[in-house]
């Protein structure tokens, strides 16, 4: 009984230093160093630099470069200063991806989809808000929970822990690096990326309402085949469009209008 009283509090004690806030204002739970997740998703980054061909082509990569920096350019510090890395895949997915550790990822097949510098905007916007509202984090925060409320239960139960609960654990703590970093983000997450995408945009003076013509975009393609990459892991667009467009009013779009040619 003592034992049980002892582990809860220790329980309660990690819940409490690790609670924090997103940019718009949830709360969180963080258990990893912002250093951790940097390093998996550099890990990450590397291994799909290694695996994906490269498209290298100078124009394609100074469009993307430039709708990025743009963006960047509007960051909350110490994300406006980072050195972040972009890289084409020569990759028909439409698909983008950024990571922790100021990583970015455009796939050929998105350039298709996205119709110009607003669009392209909207996508590396979303997925950069990811990253700044430490999405990877929580998620592998929450797969910690996980492991943790398995070893407090076999604490309790007074039991030894199995191979296959401290696999998990340790997956979690990120000694597999890839757990957690690539997997799809649920809806809070999802519409929290929209939302700070949006704002990325219209601060840098993209226009915010192509966001929606995007996924209008972004469902027009997938008819009739398998949906793009980029849509198996985001909700589907319908209901993302509607909340674009309530949240459209709330925005001001900056007098600055960026000029950047595919
Ligand atoms: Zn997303």
Same mark, same amino acid.
């Given at each position: 009984?003592?034992?049980?009283? %002892?582990?809860?509090?220790?329980?309660?004690?990690?819940?409490?230093?690790?609670?924090?806030?997103?940019?718009?204002?949830?709360?969180?739970? !963080?258990?990893?160093?912002?250093?951790?997740?940097?390093?998996?998703?550099?890990?990450?980054?590397?291994?799909?630099?290694?695996?994906? #061909?490269?498209?290298?082509?100078?124009?394609?990569?100074?469009? %993307?470069?430039?709708?990025?920096?743009?963006?960047?350019?509007?960051?909350?510090?110490?994300?406006? @200063?980072?050195?972040?890395?972009?890289?084409?895949?020569?990759?028909?997915?439409?698909?983008?991806?950024?990571?922790?550790?100021?990583?970015?990822? %455009?796939?050929?097949?998105?350039?298709?989809?996205?119709?110009?510098?607003?669009?392209?905007?909207? %996508?590396?916007?979303? #997925?950069?808000?990811?990253?700044?509202?430490?999405?990877?984090?929580?998620?592998?925060?929450?797969? !910690? !929970?996980?492991?943790?409320?398995?070893?407090?239960?076999?604490?309790?139960?007074?039991?030894?822990?199995?191979?296959?609960?401290?696999?998990?654990?340790?997956?979690?703590?990120?000694?597999?690096?890839?757990?957690?970093?690539?997997?799809?983000?649920?809806?809070?997450?999802? @519409?929290?990326?929209?939302?700070?995408?949006?704002?990325?945009?219209?601060?840098?003076?993209? #226009?915010?309402? #192509?966001?929606?013509?995007?996924?209008?975009? !972004?469902?027009?393609?997938?008819?009739?085949?398998?949906?793009?990459?980029?849509?198996?892991?985001?909700?589907?667009?319908?209901?993302?469009?509607?909340?674009?467009?309530?949240?459209?009013?709330?925005?001001?779009?900056?007098?600055?209008?960026?000029?950047?040619?595919?």
């Amino acid at each position: 009984m003592q034992l049980r009283a %002892v582990s809860l509090a220790v329980f309660a004690s990690v819940l409490l230093a690790s609670c924090s806030q997103s940019p718009t204002g949830r709360s969180q739970l !963080m258990l990893m160093s912002p250093q951790q997740l940097d390093k998996m998703g550099e890990q990450s980054y590397q291994q799909m630099q290694q695996e994906l #061909e490269i498209n290298t082509d100078e124009q394609t990569n100074a469009y %993307v470069q430039c709708v990025s920096d743009e963006l960047i350019d509007t960051l909350p510090e110490p994300y406006r @200063s980072a050195d972040w890395e972009i890289t084409v895949f020569a990759d028909d997915a439409a698909n983008a991806f950024a990571l922790p550790g100021n990583n970015i990822g %455009v796939y050929n097949g998105l350039l298709d989809v996205a119709e110009n510098q607003h669009q392209l905007a909207a %996508v590396i916007g979303h #997925e950069i808000a990811h990253v700044i509202a430490q999405h990877s984090n929580e998620r592998v925060s929450s797969n !910690m !929970m996980v492991g943790l409320g398995m070893q407090m239960g076999a604490v309790l139960a007074e039991t030894q822990l199995d191979d296959s609960t401290a696999a998990l654990a340790m997956a979690a703590l990120g000694v597999g690096a890839q757990v957690g970093v690539l997997l799809p983000y649920s809806r809070a997450h999802e @519409s929290e990326a929209d939302k700070l995408g949006l704002r990325y945009m219209a601060a840098a003076g993209f #226009e915010p309402a #192509e966001a929606a013509q995007l996924w209008r975009n !972004m469902a027009a393609n997938s008819e009739g085949q398998a949906p793009p990459e980029f849509l198996s892991t985001h909700p589907h667009p319908g209901s993302r469009i509607d909340a674009i467009n309530n949240y459209l009013p709330e925005l001001q779009v900056a007098s600055r209008s960026p000029n950047c040619q595919p």
